[in-house]
């Protein structure tokens, strides 16, 4: 077992000065890093960020098994790159996990990097499974059971989990009388949601899985414009200030290349500098700072996202609403 990825302590929230920062992209981050005989699963790792992840993690040498909604896709955006393969996953449907979940470990493989990338952003209001709300279901549950699903394939001593979430937790901690937005659906606070619960899911499973040396961390990735804006009206972001009539970038300064948006992912999964830590959100390629309250930047992390008792309460719904939980004793 790799005692470096061992660890009995929380992690401080707060920087440690990496030297990495916005502008850092993932080939930065890797750069000195050799991932042969490594293999990662990047969810959404054939769109956006988990795109340039998928390339990244290959280029330094990883294979990676990219699960897909769209496997036809994936091949397409994936074509070319050695040591990848697509599989098919539908987050949104708990049946589709367990099937991806059941023929991955019937391979026998090992996990050493999991990077839950896949997410949807401010849709309509949508149902799916039992009438779950599909952001909380997608973003937050299908991982939550997917994880849980393939824990005996994940890598004891050294493996490491990263919940890509988001500033947009800053907009809403959990709902906890109505998680399933059953009563006034608001597209931007259930994303808000899921994006707490993608924090407070590692926050627990760190705490549950860090004796075996696995590692898990969230964070946000910047803002990059990619397909994830595909629900929201173009009205929506030129109000925003995002982009002009034209559709033409209005700040591109503002804006990460999708390079940069996969570097605190990449950094999350395969650092040394995050060795014996883990259960902290992430941002710019460094541990973030506790956010101030109410802050216009949202940066940094809310409390609402890395409480404790919220982060177990989360996990203990999760468990019963996807009926998965690898660790019943502890969870
Ligand atoms: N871009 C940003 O500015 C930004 C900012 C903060 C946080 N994030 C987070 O970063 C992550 C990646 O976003 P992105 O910008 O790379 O978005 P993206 O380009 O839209 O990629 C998202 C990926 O998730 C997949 N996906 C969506 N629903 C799925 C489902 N039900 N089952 C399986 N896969 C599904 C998509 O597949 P399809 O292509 O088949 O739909 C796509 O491959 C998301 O979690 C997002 O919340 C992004």
């Known amino acids: 077992m790799n005692n470096s ?20 992209t993932a080939e930065d981050v890797l750069r000195g890093v050799d991932l042969t005989g490594k293999l990662a699963v990047v969810t959404g790792g054939y769109s956006g960020l988990g795109l340039e992840t998928t390339r990244a993690l290959v280029r330094a040498g990883a294979r990676v098994v990219v699960p897909a909604r769209r496997p036809d896709t994936a091949r397409e955006n994936l074509a070319g790159l050695d040591g990848v393969e697509t599989d098919e996953l539908d987050l949104g449907d708990q049946e589709s996990v367990r099937a991806f979940a059941d023929g991955f470990l019937a391979s026998g493989r090992t996990i050493d990097l999991l990077i839950g990338s896949a997410g949807i952003m401010a849709c309509p ?14 973003n937050h549950l299908g991982h939550f059971a997917l994880v849980n699903r393939l ?4 890598e004891p001593g050294g493996a490491r989990i990263v919940s890509v979430s988001s500033r947009a937790h800053h907009f809403a901690g959990m709902r906890w009388d109505d998680v399933q937005w059953r009563h006034g659906y608001d597209k931007w606070a259930a994303y808000g949601q899921a994006k707490t619960a993608n924090v407070l899911f590692a926050v ?4 549950l899985a860090r004796d075996r040396g696995v590692r898990a961390f969230a964070l946000h990735p910047g803002g990059i414009l990619t397909p994830l804006q595909r629900h929201l009206p173009k009205q929506e972001m030129v109000e925003r200030g995002w982009i002009d009539e ?11 290349s999708p390079e940069q948006g996969a570097a605190t992912q990449v950094w999350a999964a395969t650092s040394p500098q995050l060795a014996g830590m883990g259960g902290v959100y992430l941002e710019d390629c460094d541990i973030a700072e506790p956010a101030v309250e109410d802050a216009e930047d949202r940066a940094g992390v809310r409390a609402w996202a890395k409480d404790p008792e919220q982060a177990a309460r989360l996990w203990e719904l999760s468990a019963e609403l996807t009926g998965v939980n690898a660790f019943p004793a502890q969870g």
């Open 5 to 24: 990825a061992m660890g009995s302590s929380d992690t401080a929230q707060h920087k440690i000065g990496s030297g990495f920062g916005p502008t850092s």
């Open 125 to 138: 209001e949508t149902r799916v499974g039992p009438g779950w709300e599909a952001q909380f279901a997608t």
């Open 151 to 154: 824990w005996p394939a994940i």
């Open 204 to 207: 627990h499973l760190d705490k």
């Open 246 to 256: 034209d559709g033409n970038l209005l700040d591109p300064e503002g804006f990460k």
